[in-house]
């Protein structure tokens, strides 16, 4: 027979094992309202849960301050063994899956145009390689599109430069950190530096991304910092077109080094040449960036996973144009 001590803890569990989430969230969060955008349900249902919450535990989880809530010194020492709980199920259903070979549904990932060439394709195949049943849906552009996207729920993941920093409902972590390259026309007066400051081009006309993308963002910081206001001959949206046009004599652009001169900075017969900068943060930071939730899909966390594990230098090599 069971002790008797047994049935109240059973009942006890059995009443707060379904808040679990809720008060994981709003430890995450601190804060009401994001933790039900962090769970995807209304506010009162927050509300209602750790009212439930505190109703089983004997005592009271959250107290309001100002808009606000702050956790009580039980709900600090409860967090915790919650969280603790979660992971130690998530792990049992997640190796449940994998021993399946359940890996499948779809991870919706958006990146920026120059990633599309090599380094998406690269990650996915090698991706697809372990769980060929997991379907990709695909958005490109520029940066803030890429985060509109995710901001917005329609994608997973997002692959981008500059990488925003970590936030209430945004996670995110660096991939590689590229060094950049100042392109020039074959002729031009640069041409056989090999290496230059920044500063010294800046006079130069330029041919750039258009706002929204990563590129611009970093050029106009490098031109806020040589103190000159940019000359733009032409905006465009294509990292390509821009070496097109540097190699027409049109201007000169700020680049990621490509594959094309990976192994030789200076190819003339190009019509360009690509020249190294010496300023220390004319670089650009590549990561991937991904929502806070509760609940992440299995494909979505594997894939995830998949891409932080990823060797920089091999990344760095995949990200060229």
Not at 306 to 313: A, G, K, Q, S, T
Request: aromatic residues 4%.
């Amino acid at each position: 027979m069971a002790d008797s001590h047994e049935l109240p803890l059973h009942g006890e569990l059995a009443r707060l094992l379904p808040l679990l989430p809720v008060l994981d969230a709003v430890g995450q969060t601190r804060h009401v309202t994001a933790a039900a955008e962090l769970l995807g349900v209304p506010q009162p249902t927050v509300s209602r849960a750790l009212a439930r919450a505190a109703a089983v535990v004997g005592t009271e989880l959250v107290r309001k301050e100002g808009r606000g809530i702050r956790l009580t010194p039980a709900a600090e020492q409860l967090l915790p063994a919650v969280r603790s709980a979660l992971e130690v199920l998530q792990a049992g259903l997640d190796d449940l899956h994998e021993r399946r070979q359940e890996a499948r549904g779809v991870v919706r990932l958006s990146f920026q145009m120059t990633f599309g060439e090599a380094a998406v394709p690269a990650l996915i195949r090698g991706f697809r390689t372990a769980h060929p049943d997991v379907r990709f849906e695909l958005v490109q552009g520029s940066r803030q599109r890429c985060l509109d996207v995710l901001a917005a729920g329609e994608v997973d993941l997002s692959i981008v430069s500059p990488v925003p920093r970590p936030g209430r409902q945004l996670d995110s972590e660096t991939l590689c950190v590229q060094p950049l390259r100042l392109a020039v026309p074959a002729g031009h007066r640069l041409a056989s530096r090999g290496r230059v400051r920044f500063q010294e081009a800046a006079r130069e006309p330029f041919v750039v991304l258009e706002r929204g993308y990563g590129m611009r963002s970093i050029m106009d910081r490098l031109f806020r910092e040589a103190g000159a206001r940019p000359d733009i001959a032409f905006q465009g949206q294509d990292s390509r077109t821009l070496l097109g046009l540097v190699s027409a004599g049109l201007g000169v652009a700020l680049v990621p080094p490509s594959r094309a001169t990976h192994s030789a900075v200076h190819t003339p017969d190009l019509g360009w040449v690509e020249l190294e900068l010496e300023d220390a943060d004319a670089v650009r930071e590549i990561g991937l960036v991904w929502p806070r939730i509760v609940g992440e899909p299995l494909q979505v966390r594997l894939f995830r996973e998949h891409i932080l594990r990823e060797e920089p230098d091999a990344l760095l090599d995949a990200f060229g144009i």
